[in-house]
């Protein structure tokens, strides 16, 4: 789930910087120190929003930089267990397929992506069902619940996703509707008691 969120931190500002606007030069420092960072507590944060100081720097004998006391909003995404997330195929390999979700990759098993028996084409970088024709490829546009979350480092995270569901698997499939079928009815011969 995407969220602002307020954080505060002491911000150290080198000398070379005390000629530039301050709430700016903040904004800079905090967004090189936090974005694309993973936290437990708030998921992973994608921007630095907008910062606010009391504008009164501290100094530590020896040190050449000011400190500065900072509040400033983020905007995060932290997946929640049960929810429903869109994004893109971006890798197929023979145990499932990766999938994009913003700033995160979630894996869906080849076990969860549909009832069906997926084949794995590995030259192709697909999967196709052995019924249903269905393939999903990297490009693919998907929609699947979060089953599963361990977040540790951005690199490390895991993210278990499932498309077993209605209402879930490829956008397209969702989208197709089902063509009704056409039922066999035998006519009765001449004579046949009904």
């Given at each position: ?22 709430e ?51 905007l995060?995404y ?26 995160l990759?979630?894996?869906v ?15 192709g ?5 052995k ?29 278990g ?6 209402g879930?698997g ?25």
């Amino acid at each position: 789930m995407y969220q602002i969120v307020r954080i505060e931190d002491m911000v150290r500002v080198p000398a070379e910087h005390f000629n530039e606007e301050l709430e700016v030069t903040l904004k800079k420092i905090l967004a090189e120190q936090y974005e694309g960072k993973l936290d437990r507590e708030i998921g992973s944060l994608i921007t630095v929003l907008d910062v606010k100081s009391d504008g009164i720097g501290r100094v530590i004998p020896g040190d050449g930089a000011a400190y500065y006391n900072a509040s400033f909003r983020a905007l995060t995404y932290k997946p929640e267990l049960q929810e429903i997330v869109e994004g893109d195929v971006i890798e197929i390999v023979e145990f499932g397929a990766f999938v994009r979700l913003g700033p995160l990759d979630g894996l869906v098993h080849v076990s969860q992506i549909t009832d069906d028996y997926l084949n794995y084409d590995e030259k192709g970088q697909r999967f196709m069902g052995k019924e249903s024709k269905k393939t999903l490829e990297n490009g693919d546009k998907v929609r699947a619940r979060i089953v599963t979350i361990s977040l540790k480092k951005a690199k490390e995270n895991k993210i278990g996703l499932t498309m077993r569901q209605p209402g879930l698997g490829k956008l397209d499939w969702i989208n197709q509707k089902e063509e009704p079928t056409e039922k066999k009815v035998k006519t009765p011969k001449k004579g046949a008691k009904k």
